[in-house]
């Protein structure tokens, strides 16, 4: 009885593992991507306007400018840069976590997701501070009020997850005093873990939408891209949808990102 009690508990364990590994890929892969995105926003500003290679420039030309603002990286926006690659390399480390049987895989997830939330919590002060300076640059008000959403949607969804992950740990534990159940969940933690999966995915489309990948990718496919900005992410275009998930896609996201240095960065 005690050995097949210790059989269920190894294997509930795993079973654990298992679904905290697929619900923190689920969340690494829509924040990640938000986060890759914010970095190619602050290193290739588009547009006119107070963007960093301006202020670089003007300081060049304007040196008495520059003397009297005492410009200094900081205010170039490394600071926040350097913030951007590290929760960057968090959630690469969260998405290629390989899941193990060990009772304390699933907290060594939610112990990770709970510095990703602090470093994203501290860029996101970072960069209001940024946009809130007197002479600050009109590229952080920019980013602040276009990315606010997706910030409070990644904080939400941290919420979410944390939340699904400390449920589902009751389980397997009980099972040591018990008749060796197999792992269940319960409805209501089902019913989370469904809306949970289907909101990550809708917002991965929303941030594929907005993002100037796709338009890139879709003018390389002859397709015309005005209407993008129309659509509703609520409901995007089967047509849509499908490109954005598609292989081909997914590779030319990889090569650009690797192209503009994205995913190359390391803070150590």
Avoid at 52 to 58: A, E, G, S, V
Avoid at 241 to 263: A, C, M, N, P
Wanted: proline letters at 4%.
């Amino acid at each position: 009885m005690v050995e097949l009690v210790s059989k269920t508990l190894s294997s509930n364990r795993l079973l654990l593992t298992q679904f905290a590994n697929e619900l923190s890929s689920s969340f690494a892969k829509p924040t990640l991507e938000f986060v890759d995105i914010l970095i190619e926003a602050l290193m290739y500003p588009r547009g006119s306007g107070n963007s960093l290679m301006d202020w670089t420039l003007d300081s060049e030309k304007y040196p008495m400018l520059a003397e009297k603002h005492k410009y200094v990286h900081e205010d170039l926006g490394y600071g926040c840069l350097l913030e951007m690659v590290h929760a960057r390399q968090l959630l690469v480390k969260l998405n290629t976590k390989a899941p193990a049987s060990s009772p304390d895989f699933t907290n060594s997830i939610l112990a990770l997701l709970e510095e990703i939330h602090e470093v994203l919590a501290h860029l996101l002060e970072h960069l209001k501070s940024q946009a809130r300076r007197p002479m600050g640059l009109d590229l952080y008000k920019s980013i602040v009020q276009g990315n606010l959403p997706h910030f409070n949607h990644a904080f939400c969804n941290f919420n979410i997850l944390v939340c699904i992950l400390h449920q589902l740990q009751e389980f397997p534990e009980n099972t040591s005093t018990g008749n060796g159940d197999i792992f269940q969940i319960a409805p209501k933690t089902m019913e989370s873990i469904k809306t949970f999966s289907a909101d990550n995915l809708l917002w991965f489309e929303g941030l594929m939408l907005g993002s100037r990948a796709l338009r890139e990718y879709l003018l390389l496919q002859d397709y015309h891209t005005d209407y993008l900005d129309s659509i509703n992410t609520v409901s995007i275009p089967r047509g849509i949808s499908s490109e954005i998930h598609s292989s081909d896609f997914g590779i030319f996201v990889q090569v650009r990102k690797s192209k503009l240095k994205i995913s190359h960065r390391r803070v150590f």
